[in-house]
């Protein structure tokens, strides 16, 4: 059974950075994706950034690419988060998925079907 664990939320003000951690196991990091999602109150679950195991690739979305970037350390997943703005204030959470539909859409939220607990982010002065 997979079983991911994210950390490292915590206030930030605008402008600075963060960096999340997601301890995954039960998970063999042959094929397969790994994403982080966030969630503000009142929106839909977002893709904000993967990574498709096999061959490396990444993934971002618009409203994050230059300013974040996923990495892996053996079971541990990162993602840092440069030049936070309040609106990148949410619930992140890690998850991972071997199916092929999450490889065709690793940024979508209903490809995955095993998650972290999240992790909070509130960027505020």
């Known amino acids: 059974q997979v079983q991911l664990v994210e950390s490292g939320g915590g206030l930030v003000q605008p402008g600075g950075s963060l960096r999340l951690s997601c301890a995954v196991s039960?998970?063999?990091?042959?094929?397969?994706?790994i994403g982080w999602f966030r969630q503000a109150p009142g929106t839909e679950r977002e893709g904000v950034s993967c990574?498709?195991?096999?061959?490396?690739s990444t993934y971002y979305s618009d409203s994050v690419k230059g300013r974040f970037t996923i990495s892996r350390d053996k079971n541990t997943v990162y993602l840092q988060m440069n030049s936070l703005k309040p609106e990148d204030a949410a619930v992140y959470y890690c998850?991972?998925?071997?199916?092929?539909?999450?490889?065709?859409?690793?940024?979508?939220?209903?490809?995955?079907?095993?998650w972290g607990q999240g992790t909070q982010v509130t960027v505020s002065s």
């Open positions: 039960g998970f063999d990091f042959v094929h397969g994706v």
């Open positions: 998850a991972a998925d071997r199916s092929v539909m999450a490889t065709m859409y690793p940024l979508e939220p209903s490809s995955y079907h095993s």
């Open positions: 990574f498709i195991i096999r061959d490396g």
